[in-house]
């Protein structure tokens, strides 16, 4: 069943003339993206910051209005509905950010029961302390405030913080990327525990390859807000189709230090998305462009995933 | 438990320790003003007008009806203690709500009422607290309306900005993505964070509150004769600045060691309520 359909979601941001706040230009942060997220599935969406995978995450949520295109929750249009908002949850990456440092760990976990009225006193505190032992936190921990916690410890509160309104649908925005490196697999080990626990959905973002392999089952990758490729998530580790993806890959770094790093593929910065490249959108950096990039590539369908490329306009069945 | 804790925080700071103290007196010469004054505050002792200070048993001497200036001082704290709560309780209520709701919803909204503020905070403070006294007329309250009044637009300018950077916090969007209406952001996240902004505001015009009062009395505008205040004794002293320079100088002293009070527990307040200064 597919908890969550994606329809050519656009979103513009319009930058504004700095005298007279008339929309001089537009961004384009997301370009007509589709995917879908079966229920109990774990989805992960990976870029470079600025590939709009963050926007993606804030759409979902109901953060921002989409400029065109549809988010179907469980067949239906989503809305921003007090149900909405309690089955999607969203975690995110800065825990030091995302806490409130005058509030103490308990008014910021049962936060969600007050504001859906749910439970009396008794019943918000029994579920709290409940929570808490689910994501692996000492029940002391509720007269704490985030000042006196670990990074790890804070990520742990606003997961609890999540869970508390039993959402279907968790959007994860690099809930890892802020965390040291000892900590992350703790808190992913965590994060794939509740997902079964609490037959959860994930939509999971991150710019960590390592992270998407060990995690999710489907895997899209974006670039300046267009899906470059989407499909399983092992076919597309193992063996990358598009030149961006292959970058990305071969820059992730080898825990072997006799195996050099053959970064040759990913060099220089992602454009600005106020002025994307004409044609593919990858064509400034790609080390295998040709005469035909200057035409933006549709998605295409190679085997069992979709690739935005030209290199596989034969072969593949066209898509558009 | 947690007040203790604060207080001992507080205290720990020897300016925010003076000014506390310091207040203390004005507040127990205030509610004790019966039981400290040694004669009645409207009571003229014709055989000793000008007394000077210890001169017929009359500590800090007489004014000109020989009327006691240390009773007259005693029950002046009650005036300026209260023009000070008043004032500033009116001035830091209304213009918190006014810049929470500029701060918070922002564009037009936001426009309009700072435009409106701007245009008050363009007349020099003494004018429009004058202009205001013209309207209601003379007396305490509307001297402490007027004053309360004239806080608003710099209060609410502070309190918006302060509104403002706690607007775009991630725990916000957090609390707004969980279903948390605006009225709920605004009462559970931004006031918890601002509120040692607008206590320490408050305490720093705490004191332009009593000179404020002052200085309408000295006008003439403020509380009304015989009822003594720090003010009005400092304006009936003017006249015999050469000949009894008591009867101006302890009002003065009165009016400069409260405000200082209250200075340093804004000073003090800031520092505490600091959480980068917290252990």
Redesign the interface.
């Known amino acids: 069943m597919k908890l969550l359909e994606i329809r050519n979601l656009t979103k513009r941001f319009p930058i504004e003339d700095s005298i007279f706040g008339k929309p001089v230009k537009f961004l384009k942060a997301v370009d007509d993206v589709s995917f879908e997220v079966d229920k109990g599935g774990v989805f992960s969406l990976v870029g470079e910051s600025g590939s709009g995978k963050s926007t993606i995450a804030r759409l979902i949520c109901g953060a921002y209005h989409a400029t065109s295109g549809e988010i179907l929750y469980k067949g239906n249009p989503i809305g921003r509905t007090k149900t909405d908002y309690r089955n999607i949850q969203m975690i995110f990456q800065d825990p030091d950010a995302s806490l409130n440092p005058r509030k103490n760990v308990f008014s910021i976990i049962e936060e969600g029961l007050r504001i859906h009225r749910l439970g009396s006193m008794r019943e918000r505190r029994e579920k709290v302390l409940t929570i808490l032992d689910s994501v692996g936190l000492d029940r002391s921990t509720i007269k704490k405030f985030p000042h006196e916690l670990s990074g790890g410890q804070k990520q742990r509160v606003s997961v609890a913080r999540s869970l508390i309104l039993q959402p279907e649908l968790l959007v994860l925005d690099e809930p890892t990327s802020a965390l040291d490196v000892s900590v992350q697999a703790q808190m992913l080990n965590l994060l794939g525990d509740l997902q079964k626990e609490f037959s959860l959905t994930y939509v999971f973002i991150t710019h960590d390859l390592k992270i998407v392999s060990q995690i999710s089952d489907h895997v899209a990758v974006l670039y300046l807000g267009n899906i470059m490729e989407i499909g399983p998530v092992d076919q597309i580790i193992d063996s990358p189709l598009h030149p961006y993806t292959q970058g990305l890959l071969e820059s992730v770094p080898q825990p072997d230090p006799s195996k050099k790093a053959t970064n040759e593929i990913l060099r220089g910065e992602i454009p600005s998305p106020v002025n994307p490249p004409k044609g593919c959108p990858f064509i400034t950096r790609c080390p295998k462009a040709f005469e035909a990039c200057t035409i933006k590539p549709e998605l295409k369908l190679v085997g069992d995933r979709r690739v935005r490329c030209h290199l596989y306009d034969t072969g593949g069945n066209s898509d558009a | 438990m947690r007040a203790a804790q604060f207080f001992r925080r507080l205290l720990r700071s020897k300016q925010a320790a003076v000014g506390l103290f310091v207040i203390l007196v004005i507040l127990v010469l205030a509610l004790f003003s019966p039981l400290i004054a040694t004669h009645e505050v409207e009571d003229m002792d014709f055989m000793h007008i000008f007394a000077l200070p210890g001169e017929g048993g009359h500590l800090f001497g007489t004014d000109d009806y020989g009327r006691d200036l240390f009773s007259r001082l005693v029950y002046g704290s009650r005036v300026s203690l209260m023009v000070g709560i008043v004032a500033v309780g009116i001035g830091s209520l209304l213009g918190t709500i006014i810049g929470v709701i500029a701060g918070f919803f922002g564009g037009l909204v936001d426009s309009i009422i700072m435009r409106i503020m701007d245009a008050l905070l363009s007349f020099p403070y003494v004018l429009l607290a004058i202009a205001m006294m013209a309207v209601l007329g003379p007396g305490l309250f509307n001297a402490m309306l007027a004053i309360g009044i004239v806080m608003i637009p710099s209060f609410s300018r502070v309190v918006r900005s302060a509104v403002m950077t706690y607007r775009n ?3 916000v ?9 605006g009225l ?1 952001v605004i009462m ?2 931004i006031l ?2 601002i509120i040692p902004t607008i206590i320490i505001y408050a305490s720093l015009n705490f004191a332009g509150a009593i000179i404020s009062e002052a200085t309408l009395s000295f006008l003439g505008l403020g509380i009304q004769p015989p009822t003594p205040s720090w003010g009005s004794m400092l304006s009936e002293a003017k006249n015999y600045l050469q000949t009894a320079p008591n009867m101006a100088i302890f009002p003065g002293i009165a009016i400069l060691v409260s405000c200082l009070g209250f200075n340093l527990l804004g000073d003090g307040l800031r520092d505490v309520l600091d ?1 980068r200064l917290r252990s």
């Open positions: 916090e991630e725990f969007t957090a609390a707004r993505l969980m279903g948390g209406s709920w559970f996240h918890p964070n959480p």
